[in-house]
């Protein structure tokens, strides 16, 4: 099981004071390095559009870390596919994973920071058709270099070219899904991994929908491997290794779980530390608790 | 007189071979470094949506820079803004600036790299109306953090706030042109820095063209030090040196000159060791003559 860290990258601290927002991403570039350092699997950032966050152009930022980092795998989490244009999404994805060498990947998401669809002029009340179409092109983009593509919310494309095209074929595209259930379906049919978001109450509850994605999947053809599940997860890491072991025991099994930090802008030193603590103490346990089953 | 490079990311070499794009992205990077280490003063990334380049998303590349880098100014050259969602672009360029620390500029231009105007669905005939609707909205983007506007090629914004805002207030965008009288009176009318792209005769048949930039300036109230000049040119550096401070003079003063290489993809040794030409003959030459002259 991979383990990663998922950060927004808020403009206010804890006290709700406001940050230096320069500092504060700097401050962001240096955690993801440490993750790096400390054999941390994925590091995502979030996307936002509104006065709390610094964190618009994910992968402007996920540069940054792709220039600091060797190993660790850097992803949008998430990125709001709805009121983007697939075509520059890849663009910006692509060349994120020709500067990290392979490493990039991208959660996208349906319906999360719905203040980016008056700021880009989409209709809220079209989310989900918005989302299908969107996420349609962007899946077409990444098969095929030249696309043939009509839609309903962006002109057509009649063969053009785009570029550059990332080191990773196919480039990994994740479903950020909450509890609908229709997009667990989505998921499945269109053979996507699953990232599943639990902000609250108990893990168990989504092993039913989880069991839809995965029998939708077989349905339509994808093999086991192809159906991965990640969790991402509020948490701050002390009491969790054992908490995660066991949600990944109760959801049929998972391929990364995901921790949400950093909502608020913590002090640096408690990141490092927490960061620390996932390296020191987390990962081993969970690789441990790997072996000891034989996964 | 600030000194700078303008590099394309090429994914092909003198030979029309293909290189491998990830070493090619990782050798700009390298490039961009070494330009900061000896002193260069700007570094500038084209941008392209076709299979001959790798530099669709400038301000993902530049933000791998900005974490490697401390003193350098790091720009587009040229975003190609009429096929460009300014508020994209504007969080794009932002972020960089935080990333950086106050470093980020942007040149945006109108016709350049026609191949993104059916790439995101626009008429190239419209290509001027699209390029003053998108200045107008970037540069009341960059003064209003709430704005309010309506155009034509893009849905109104009615007070949405665009963040993250940047470090520099004004984030400097310069206007890029060719020989377009039309473009040096816009320049001139918004008292916007010019950079001005010679790539082929004498510089000396610009002077008109600059002359009515700084009197439309000057008739429009702005001051001489916000009607900056600078010179995008071709060059291999060796013996430029004499000559751009000939054009300097000859174009009435330029505050940068910046010189593009790389238009194919030149060995890393030769464009590594062009830069140390120029940080160690261009620029202390430059400022030798300033000295003389008392600029």
Chains 1, 2 share one sequence.
Not at 102 to 118: K, L, N, Q
Not at 122 to 143: N, P
């Amino acid at each position: 099981m991979q383990v990663g860290i998922d950060s927004f990258a808020a403009a206010f601290d804890e006290n709700s004071l406001a940050v230096n927002p320069a500092e504060r991403l700097r401050q962001l570039v240096q955690q993801i390095e440490h993750a790096d350092e400390v054999g941390l699997d994925a590091f995502g950032v979030g996307e936002h559009h509104r006065r709390e966050f610094l964190d618009s152009a994910p992968a402007v930022i996920l540069g940054a870390a792709a220039a600091r980092t060797q190993r660790i795998r850097l992803t949008s989490a998430v990125t709001v596919l709805s009121a983007e244009d697939p075509v520059r999404a890849f663009q910006n994805f692509a060349t994120l994973d020709l500067l990290s060498r392979g490493r990039a990947e991208m959660i996208v998401g349906r319906g999360s920071s719905i203040e980016a669809f008056p700021l880009f002029g989409f209709r809220l009340e079209d989310y989900d058709e918005l989302f299908a179409e969107k996420l349609d092109l962007l899946l077409t983009i990444r098969d095929h270099e030249h696309v043939q593509w009509s839609g309903k919310h962006r002109p057509a494309l009649t063969g053009q070219g785009v570029y550059p095209r990332p080191v990773q074929n196919p480039l990994p595209i994740w479903l950020g899904v909450g509890g609908t259930p229709q997009s667990f379906v989505r998921a499945g049919q269109l053979g996507l991994p699953l990232m599943v978001a639990i902000i609250g109450g108990e893990p168990r509850r989504f092993r039913p929908l989880i069991d839809l994605y995965r029998a939708t999947g077989m349905q339509h053809g994808y093999s086991a491997e192809q159906l991965k599940v990640g969790v991402h997860m509020l948490g701050y890491v002390a009491d969790t290794t054992q908490e995660a072991a066991e949600h990944a025991e109760a959801l049929g099994g998972v391929s990364r779980i995901s921790f949400q930090m950093n909502a608020a802008s913590l002090p640096q030193v408690k990141m490092m530390r927490a960061i620390d603590a996932i390296g020191a103490r987390v990962l081993p346990a969970l690789h441990q608790a790997e072996t000891d089953t034989g996964k």
